[in-house]
Structures are given as structure tokens and as C-alpha cells.
């Protein structure tokens, strides 16, 4: 089974920068280049996960409006590897991060199958 791990968080000033890295295990790389929508989610104290970004098999993208100019996502599908580079944090990025990939991207939400999340701090 198909499982998904982040890495790369941790605690950073305003206005810096981190990149967020999720491994796939399980699938194969054409699956992830071809089949599966993939994308990041953060969920803050108390809330529902949100939808930050996500990165569709024709390469179009979303991005949350918050993050829009700010975050850029991406993958490597060779090394089933996606990415979530954070420009310019704020303190409202301060959040509980995960990755996911489903089959539809309207349905990420959804997600066949979810990282165990990591932690981003941003202190001002």
C-alpha cells in the first residue's frame, strides 16, 4: 500500500523560508507522473484541513489565495518525490502540514492517501 511521509518542516522567522518535502513509498513513478493529483494541506489549532496547493497530471496547479505568489509546488516523479517551497512566511502560515494524492483533484480532500503531517512555526 501506498504510504507518504513530510519532511523539511520545523520553525522559521518571518519572511524566510522551507521546503517541504513528501516521499512516496508504494507507487510507481509513472502512477505518480500520470495517474495521481497531488497536493499539500495545512490544518491550524482546532480546524479543518485546508487545501493549500495542489499539482494536477496536466501540470496545472491551485494555490489557497493566502499562499498565491508565495508557495510554489512541484514533484519529481522519478524520485516520487513532491515539493512544497514557502517564500515569504508569516506567522498565519503557522500550521500542521500534510500531503496527499488522489486519483481527481477535486476530491483531494478526499485523499486516497495522506502524510502523517509536520509542523511549521513561524515566529515573527
Known amino acids: 500500500q501506498a504510504q507518504l511521509a513530510e519532511s523539511g518542516g520545523g520553525s522559521a522567522q518571518a519572511g524566510g523560508s522551507l521546503r517541504l518535502t513528501c516521499t512516496v513509498s508504494?507507487?510507481?513513478?509513472?502512477?505518480?507522473?500520470?495517474?495521481?493529483?497531488m497536493g499539500w494541506f495545512r490544518q491550524f489549532p482546532g480546524q479543518e484541513r485546508e487545501e493549500v496547493a495542489h499539482?494536477?497530471?496536466?501540470?496545472?496547479?491551485f494555490y489557497d489565495d493566502s499562499v498565491k505568489g508565495r508557495f510554489s509546488i512541484s514533484k519529481d516523479s522519478a524520485s516520487k518525490t513532491l515539493f512544497l517551497q514557502m517564500n515569504s512566511l508569516n506567522p498565519d502560515d503557522t500550521a500542521k502540514y500534510y500531503c496527499?494524492?488522489?486519483?481527481?483533484?477535486?476530491?483531494?480532500?478526499?485523499?486516497?492517501?495522506w502524510g502523517q503531517g509536520i509542523q511549521v512555526t513561524v515566529s515573527s
Open positions: 508504494g507507487l510507481r513513478s509513472d502512477y505518480i507522473n500520470s495517474a495521481y493529483c
Open positions: 496527499a494524492a488522489h486519483l481527481v483533484c477535486g476530491r483531494l480532500q478526499e485523499a486516497s492517501f
Open positions: 499539482l494536477d497530471t496536466d501540470k496545472s496547479t
